[in-house]
């Protein structure tokens, strides 16, 4: 599981704990992983990076000291701390002769599919010119409340490495790997050194965030192999501040824990499973299992539906299904329990009466 030569593009995704030293930003560390990174690429690799740590420098600046939990002053402190981020890693890239893009993102741009594709296709150029895109949530907008927020930069990651096609996500946080147990709490705890499966019970097992500035912990690394999983990525999770720690995983060493893919998904398959609904649609039992078994959803199986929502947003079904629907909410609406000659009447002429317009607009969330 530890031989990466058929990996071309890996994302390195670097959290508060391993960036920071006393709460500082450490500038010289910076440099050592951009060195490590620009080592990565005379191998012939692509290279992501996933960065932590503006919301921590901007309180810095600001005199706040202990964790930032308000909202609007989370905003105002990454607004604040993002350039000073941006101005480090630009300054440690060019002193390897690389340059680094800042590219901030929201969930909202990842979960629309066309802006999605836009984000895409513009990761792929930079790459293409050489370029070391450089993300991190753009905080200063995204907000928990309002569903735009990621809620920590290991889920950011591991969506990231899914969009791009990486073959490799590499989180470099303040562990060395997985343990069996929390080692904080048991002296016995043993590291694994590779993962086949990342189950429930072991998330659920996991710890709580463990930092003043940072907002992971092991349970949210572990959500995201599992998002990284879906697209056949592996994922190694290691410390940050371990001497080479880059060129030694891709080296194929025994650093860190290594964990396995757990199916390899189409890429908008992918999407429409990672994307965050805009609503739910309700159906009766025949409905769903008529789409079960591959058949078309129709109105007349539709008993409610929950949400705002604009045709070609990913919608819930029951809570079982994910799908990208042909209708908005308030079409929904209008044509709940009608048979499909009852629809044109209603809405006028359309095309097609199908709530799913393509096999691979709907993918079930059971399916493993």
């Known amino acids: 599981m530890r031989s990466f030569g058929d990996v071309r593009r890996v994302v390195v995704k670097l959290g508060t704990n391993v960036l920071t030293t006393d709460e500082e930003l450490d500038r010289e560390f910076v440099y050592d992983i951009a060195r490590q990174i620009a080592r990565l690429r005379e191998r012939g690799l692509e290279v992501c990076v996933v960065s932590s740590g503006a919301i921590g420098l901007g309180a810095r600046e600001l005199g706040i000291t202990g964790r930032v939990q308000d909202v609007v002053l989370r905003q105002a402190c990454a607004a604040v701390g993002q350039p000073v981020l941006m101005h480090v890693y630009r300054e440690a890239f060019a002193s390897c002769d690389i340059i680094a893009a800042q590219t901030l993102i929201t969930r909202e741009a990842l979960d629309g599919r066309s802006s999605y594709v836009r984000l895409r296709n ?8 050489g370029v070391v895109p450089v993300f991190n949530e753009n905080d200063s907008v995204a907000t928990a409340e309002i569903g735009t927020a990621f809620g920590d930069n290991d889920q950011l990651s591991a969506l990231v490495s899914s969009k791009v096609d990486a073959g490799l996500l590499i989180l470099l946080s303040d562990v060395d790997g997985y343990y069996d147990r929390d080692p904080r709490h048991h002296s016995n705890a043993a590291k694994r050194d590779t993962v086949e499966l990342v189950g429930p019970e072991m998330i659920q097992a996991a710890g709580k965030p463990g930092s003043a500035l940072g907002t992971g912990g092991m349970a949210t690394k572990l959500k995201a192999v599992r998002i990284a999983a879906d697209g056949g990525c592996r994922v190694v999770l290691a410390h940050g501040r ?15 824990t290594v964990f396995a893919p757990r199916r390899t998904l189409r890429n908008r398959t992918r999407w429409l499973l990672h994307s965050a609904p805009r609503g739910t649609i309700h159906v009766d039992h025949g409905a769903m299992d008529a789409i079960r078994h591959h058949k078309s959803l129709l109105p007349t199986g539709i008993v409610a539906v929950d949400g705002n929502f604009d045709a070609g947003e990913v919608v819930l079904v ?51």
């Open 122 to 129: 513009a990761v792929e150029r930079l790459l293409e010119l």
């Open 242 to 256: 371990e001497k080479d720690v880059l060129p030694r995983i891709l080296a194929g060493e025994p650093v860190g």
């Open 318 to 368: 029951n809570d079982q299904a994910k799908l990208v629907s042909a209708f908005s909410s308030g079409e929904l609406n209008s044509v709940i329990g009608k048979h499909s000659s009852e629809v044109a009447r209603i809405l006028g002429p359309h095309d097609d009466r199908r709530v799913i317009a393509r096999p691979e607009d709907m993918v079930f969330l059971d399916d493993d």
